[in-house]
């Protein structure tokens, strides 16, 4: 079927304005049937490892902010309730703040995109830049931001979004596809002092790869090269399980790699063929993701000195299942994931794939797998001024038009979006008040902590 003409794709965002104009987004008021955020935040936690869940809950404890970026949850089950265009994109459905870093391109060259995409799916793509500049409002609130320079940051990101969906609505179908926020080309967008910072994130960035994680992370023992332990974020899979379970999941990982190959693009098969099995361990990875099941792999090439490391991790249902009115039915969440990265990023880690496991609990998990390292990087946001904030702002929000623009109908989500200010002053208004309804509920779980409904281990 051949796509709608450009007319009348525009014609389809005038008519979604129309039903559901820009000053609809503003505010949020919670509803008297909420469910209890605390609760509905431990019920997601079920199947996870419970050894784990007091460092997820002692990380939350950190600030809202934190708590902010492990609760995609509860502004899911928000968002649900609030107006809507109508329009949707495959979306990240977390894009908050910490969720966009910098990464080496296939080309090796340092790019800066999303780079989280455990709950990617179909959505509304309002969902993706309402999280993106309520996390702006409380990093600001976070940096001792006055109000005003708050909310300028807060629209200049919403109109950085805007306009730049309006540019990608006039590009050809190629031009958006190849569109890519190269960091030494952004980095003119940015003041001294933030092209300073940047500067240093992207050198320790290119640092970070399996050549320097091997380093770190590896030894010899016994005359074997082994990961070595640091628990509990770090624990080797001969310390955590007997050794006759131990075999057991070396050959299930064995099996899972060799499933996992048939993910990759024929010329990566060739590539990952040159490596072979070493070791493996258990991590603990982000704030988010603490509790589910996340493994490192060890593989090395032509020698000692060749390293390979994946880190394989549990995907399993999405935070927008059951809220977002375009969920789809996913029977493998691994390949959900690697297909929102690779629809949403502008270009993707060689090594991107997926697979299932079974458990020695008898039940299956989905993973996906990608290098544990790559020149990944990030800023530090809580070193940020006002007008530095604004415009990293300002670069998050272009990003994230472009993901929605590969993923989405960007012609009818520009002309729903319009050439004046009025929806970046509303999503400005709803930051704040999601900001609000974010703090409030860190001091329901700050409370529940205190109360023994959730265990915390804080200061790892």
């Known amino acids: 079927m051949s796509p709608a003409a450009p007319e009348q794709r525009a014609a389809a965002g005038r008519a979604a304005r129309k039903r559901v104009p820009p000053s609809a987004h503003a505010g949020f008021a919670s509803p008297a049937d909420r469910p209890d955020p605390v609760a509905l935040l431990l019920a997601q936690e079920e199947d996870r490892l419970p050894e784990l869940l007091p460092i997820r809950h002692g990380r939350m404890l950190v600030s809202p902010f934190a708590f902010y970026r492990a609760s995609a949850v509860l502004m899911a089950a928000d968002l649900a309730g609030t107006p809507g265009s109508g329009l949707h994109a495959q979306i990240c459905g977390d894009a908050h703040l910490s969720n966009f870093g910098m990464f080496a391109s296939p080309e090796r060259r340092l790019v800066f995109d999303l780079n989280d995409f455990d709950e990617t799916g179909p959505g509304p793509w309002e969902w993706d830049l309402k999280r993106l500049l309520a996390s702006l409002e409380l990093a600001g609130r976070a940096n001792g931001f006055k109000r005003k320079e708050r909310t300028a940051v807060v629209v200049a990101a919403a109109r950085a979004y805007r306009e730049a969906m309006a540019g990608f609505a006039a590009m050809r179908e190629l031009e958006v596809w190849y569109a890519r926020a190269d960091v030494d080309e952004f980095a003119a967008q940015l003041g001294k002092q933030q092209r300073k910072r940047l500067a240093s994130a992207g050198t320790k960035a290119r640092g970070r790869n399996s050549l320097q994680a091997y380093k770190k992370l590896t030894a010899v023992v016994d005359g074997r090269r082994r990961i070595v332990a640091d628990p509990p974020l770090l624990v080797p899979v001969a310390d955590l ?6 075999k057991q999941l070396e050959a299930q990982i064995l099996e899972m790699l060799d499933g996992y190959r048939d993910t990759l693009a024929e010329d990566r098969r060739r590539l990952f063929d040159n490596f072979a ?18 493994w490192i792999v060890l593989l090395t090439g032509r020698d000692d000195q060749d390293p390979l490391l994946l880190q394989v991790k549990e995907a399993g249902p999405s935070v927008l299942d059951g809220y977002s009115p375009a ?9 959900r994931v690697v297909h929102g990265q690779r629809l949403m990023q502008a270009a993707s880690d060689i090594f991107l794939g997926w697979q299932h496991i079974p458990g020695f609990d ?3 998990r989905d993973f996906y797998v990608r290098q544990l390292r790559d020149w990944k990087g990030s800023v530090v946001v809580e070193a940020m001024d006002p007008d530095g904030l604004r415009r990293y702002g300002q670069v998050c929000a272009w990003t994230l038009a472009r993901a929605h623009a590969r993923g989405g109908d960007r012609v009818a989500v520009a002309a729903y979006l319009g ?19 974010t703090e409030r509920d860190f001091d329901a779980f700050t409370a529940a902590v205190a109360e023994g409904r959730a265990a915390a281990q804080t200061g790892i």
């Open 241 to 246: 399980v007997p050794e006759v379970a131990r």
């Open 277 to 294: 099995f070493v070791d493996l361990a258990r991590k603990v990875v982000g704030v988010g993701s603490v509790g589910t099941r996340c």
């Open 327 to 335: 969920t789809e039915t996913e029977q493998h969440h691994g390949r």
């Open 362 to 364: 008898g039940r299956g």
């Open 419 to 437: 050439d004046d200010d009025r929806f970046d002053r509303a999503l400005a208004a709803f930051a704040a008040a999601y900001a609000d309804q």
